[in-house]
């Protein structure tokens, strides 16, 4: 009792000090989160700005003359390549999006329930990662060695006699751009489903089968449902992620189709720098009403 | 209904790997009673209710439901519900959804499993609440809930999975009235698994009270408190001082004298014992009093170390006879009438017949 009594008098003076320098709670509040602030604003929020300015400035040849008009999401929307652009990217998102989500799911359902040890559920889940230390770009080359005309598939089923010619769909293709952005985005599903499903009381699952349910029924209206936070945050990065790749779509098609962000690359190529921005300005309209649209389907505010 | 039916757990093991959790019991449950099974975490209650719900397999031995042998039938092929720990509800289902989830899954149409998911709630006040979901509702409520999903599937017996364990005390000792409200008003068979001693003495018919994978005794809540089979039970169920010793002499009148290590000799009666063997026996804490030894009255002196006041009693905490926890229930009136303080010597005494000789476990 003694020291506690002498202590609370030795730091007096101090606290007091302390009070006198205190700042109200509502400011504290806000200096403590100016440097998110100022990152976001610096590296986000302005770039967008930015992006958004140019999109209405005039441009030729020789530079970029600033102005206000809508010639650049005129001619963006009305030109028939910029339709086409977009179905096709739609397209690739909604393969890829449905492959990495019915791959995804099995895979995080495999390590979340049939996986019964923590130590090799987690072994397992940072051998999926293995891929990540490489980058996007050796991964997606890597693929040109199996897919292409005398790639590995090929040779081997020459080899055995199954083909009498090389299959010429495999590389630079609709096929091999969607195998390529599934092998990349996959595990962008496997993380927050297998999350989710981690989560799942294993009692529920019990408590299905003193109810009488089969195992498919179990997945279909317990696990299923229960997951549903999980997929819709892997969609979210599935979606944007394929919405606005260009390389991928570059090297796997050879050049032959375009993506929306391909697009804009070679229109920054020539220097069109207000086209560009107009179409990046569209795109992300576009992602965020898609993303939107995932988050009206599922409540993700519990995973959050 | 009506229809309850018999359990008969017959030598029964569980085996996880090298341990055993459960040594070949064997028990009978009579149709339409309220069966407890009482004891510490870890000493295989909740595996043996988890073998005869089917949620874990059973590793020898059969368990029989009625008039089958359910030994190797999922769990919804064996008459029997189970309501789990944590209630399990589905969070993602509304309550009536989570109460016709057994009828969806055998294919009931929509509207005839909603109209008996709504009687079945009903019939346990929870109608009101039927579109909202668990996380909406208070512990008390989520096990209505529980309790209605369970036994919409008209079951033989309901498994209890320490049912009470979430709840704040007072919600508690509310809960417990309505279970055995609800058991008496279905008559079907309840097992509830709880480590609490006053939730069995509460609810139970049969109290089985288990230790290390073993039943220590199985019997009606009056047998277990007056005659504890062994040590164990006496230590568990609380109420009880147990003295150990090694028997000394066994005569025909049925007394058997037994010496603590300490030296001091008492005398219990029950069944001989041959001289050397180790002895127990129980003492009721509220029937040790404040007396001098005598032929009929065993008893010695000790130090009081404790004083607990609890108002209509006193709690006398003594040192002697080898035990550091002799404990003495006074009434507050004969406290006192003689009071003592801490470091006093007492002689404590209790009639021969308030001394149980307490068994062993064998096998």
Redesign the interface.
Known sequence: MASIASKSVAEDPAQAQARSLRLPPAVLSYVQATPLILILGFFFLLPILMIAVVSFWDYDFAGLYPDFLTMNYEETLGSWITWKTYLNTLKYTVLVWGLTLAIGFWVAYFLAFHIRTTTMQMVLFLVCTVPFLTSNIIRMISWIPVLGRNGLINSALIDMGIIPAPIEWLLYSDFAVVLALVHLNTLFMVTPIFNTLMRI?R??I?????????GW?ILW??IL??AKPGMAIGSIFVVTLTMADFSTVQVMSGGQSASVALMMKNQMSLLQYPAAAANAVVLLVVVLMMVAAILRVVDIRKEL | MSKAAEIDIVSVSKVYGATTAVHAISLKIPPGSYCCFLGPSGCGKTSTLRMI?G?ESISSGDVRLGNVVVTDF????RGT??M???Y?????LDLIDNVA??L???GVDKDARRAKALDMLKLMQMEPYATRRPAQLSGGQQQRVALA??LI?DPEALLLDEPLSALDPFLKIRMRAELKRLQKDLGITFVHVTHSQEEAMALADLIVIMNDGRIEQAASPREVFERPATAFVARFMGDHNVLSGRAVASDLNGIVAFETSGGQVFRVSGKPHQPGEPVDIGIRTDRVRLAAATDDAPGFNGVVSNIEYRGASVKLTVIGAGSDDFTVILSDADYFAQPVTVGDAVALSWALEDAVLLGRVTA
């Open positions: 009381d009692s529920l019990e408590a299905a089968r003193d109810c009488g349910a089969t029924q209206n317990v449902p229960l | 719900a949620h999922p769990p919804a092929k519900a189970m789990f720990q944590s399990a509800l589905f969070p993602h989830f057994s969806k899954m055998k999903r369970a599937t």
